[in-house]
């Protein structure tokens, strides 16, 4: 419909499909994501559980010819940690907007990570570049409308990895993943920007992937604020322009 008059075209959507993903042949979650770096996805996914803690704790995986289930092998005290992650969650379909579900109580929701102690600065024009860079990367959004990115970025602005995806904590778990699998961690000299909010969930992948800073478009929410506070996370929102809002630990930003 443009201005009151119907006419028939075709339109792009963004896809959004279910993938398993398995721990040695046994269920473990179903996310809705877009289809494309679901092995990065799996590692960082497994990364923000507590699942995994590097690479070398990942022996293997193997994805489904149709692409709609990935089966991971762990290794080492990841197989252990395993069992009590098991003991936390319950077995469900995670849609492309859920990043914390399957969780059954309010203490498996806690953060058992370090405090982020990392004492560089970055100007502040280099943040304010930021989202434009991590923009200049989302293709499908600009055939579909439809989906969200995230990238990690070096000091020096080297756009390290980025993904789309119509899940926002998708996309930071592909980057994420994307790195871990590369033995990467941890990121303490890394940005995370991302093209939408800063939610709870965002804030706590970056921190267990120890990177001390997480740029947002959009705004966050007080619970996002409140853990990157106490784990010394730097959180920038509404960076837009020239123009941005620092809402923890601004002495990261010159």
Known sequence: MRDGQRSRAEDRAATEAPLAIRLHGQPFVITMRTPGADRDLAAGFLLSEQVV???DEIAGMAQADDESAIDVTLRGEAVGRLE???AERRHVTASSACGVCGRQTLDALDTPAPPLTATWTLPATAISRLPEQLRS?????????????????????????????VGRHN????????????????????????????SFELVQKAIFA???????????????????????????????????????HPHRVA
């Open 53 to 55: 803690r590097g690479a």
């Open 84 to 86: 009590a992650r098991l």
């Open 137 to 165: 990367q989302q293709s499908v959004f600009d055939q579909t409308g439809g989906l969200h990115a995230a990238g990690v970025f070096g000091l020096d602005g080297t756009l390290l990895a980025s993904a789309e995806d």
């Open 171 to 198: 996309a930071v778990d592909k980057v994420i993943g994307h790195l871990v699998l590369r033995a990467a961690l941890p990121l303490s000299s890394q940005v995370l920007c991302v093209s939408g909010r800063a």
């Open 210 to 248: 120890g990177i001390p800073m997480l740029v947002a478009v959009s705004a966050p929410s007080t619970l996002a604020i409140d853990l990157a506070h106490r784990h010394g996370l730097t959180l920038a929102g509404f960076v837009r322009g020239a123009a941005f809002n620092l809402y923890t």
